[in-house]
């Protein structure tokens, strides 16, 4: 019965970190008339988050080996509602800059902080359970745009929006406290051998790195493609929807598909419609709707078949899980920064490349990882 409500309340959790990471972007235009900002000024609070990401990864991978995981968790929920709270106050830039670094190191402590929960809490079988949980996540990225449009609807403007948002995160400290926190439990030996564990997770991680950047790049950019290559903005807009329902879909039909195939096999399988996907972007006229869908279902359940097969090959104590949502921030960070000035040296069709590049690369780094623990 513990595990079933803490493994409930860790979904929760994840429905609260994915509205947060899905309000920037819809509310952008918002924070920009907030201060007074252009949308090219404003635009630099998604490096913000990004170096938050990454620099909260790195505190948590060790916070969470030194602390009981709830206790890291519940002063990173409060850091997340703070900042909620504190971003319609907003009088400047620096102050919104500051906020979102806030933001961005406390919800990917809470992301990398839940997964290593549910990996300590469910151990062996925790497949599925991570899978459910990136499907919450993903679920909270759907909800926050309609969050901001029902706001929006109540005549209080966007800025109510994060206030729901953090009102609905509130109750989440206050539940991790009744709960006893999973720990961690070394392993009476390790599949990989001690010689091999390094080269190996730098193998994975390097596979989470351009997984990341692959589907952020998508995500990021899949709007302005479409709209470069001719289509009006609001079917443009719509296509990053479509990407995450399909995402969303893919996820929740794996959560099933596990009981029958290994993480293994099921990342072969998202390879192959990743790398499909780009390649029909790149050779025909397909509908970005179509291309949009078949994408978002290659994403869909690679991040956690990849965290659980990482899983099943070596131990994932506090300190490797903050490497792993380093490398998340960096991919964040790297690919779609790179994609703008790619498209504006080479025009709006190289986008289409630029994915099947990463889609390739991404499958050679998977072989490498697959190939360095075969028959592990």
Known sequence: MKELTRTTLYCAMF????????LLGPSLIYLADLINASVAEISIVFSAR?????????????MFDRWQGHHYLIVMLLCVITGLVLVPFSTSLFMLVVL????????????????????????????SYVTILHLCYSAGCM????????????????????WMVALYAV???FLLWRQPSPTFELRASEVVPATKQKATFLAFLTVIFLYVGFEITIAG???????????DQNTA????????VSLSL??????????????????????????????????????????????????????????????????????RTGYVFVCCGLGALVAPSLTGPIIEAFSAAAFPYLLLVLALLMALSWQRLAGMTRGK
């Open 171 to 173: 109750l989440l400290p």
């Open 221 to 231: 950019w899949i709007t302005t493609y479409a709209v470069m290559s001719g289509e």
């Open 250 to 319: 893919g996820r929740l039909f794996s959560v099933f598909l596990l009981r029958w195939i290994t993480p293994r096999q099921g990342i072969y399988g998202l390879l192959v419609v990743s790398f499909t996907g780009s390649l029909v972007m790149v050779l025909s006229d397909a509908s970005l709707v179509m291309i949009a869908l078949w994408l978002g279902l290659g994403c869909s359940a690679f991040f956690p078949m990849l965290f659980s097969y990482a899983n099943s090959i070596m131990s994932l104590n506090g300190k």
């Open 50 to 62: 990004a170096i938050g990401n990454i620099l909260g990864a790195l505190l948590a991978g060790r």
């Open 100 to 127: 979102f670094f806030l933001l961005g190191a406390s919800e990917v402590s809470v992301n990398a902080g839940g997964n290593m929960m549910m990996l300590w809490l469910h151990k062996e079988k925790v497949g």
């Open 15 to 22: 429905i609260a970190a994915g509205s947060v990471s899905g």
């Open 237 to 244: 807009a719509i296509l990053v929807t479509w990407f995450f």
């Open 143 to 162: 909800l926050a745009p309609l969050i901001l449009v029902f706001a929006q609807w109540t005549g209080h403007g966007y800025g109510a929006g994060y």
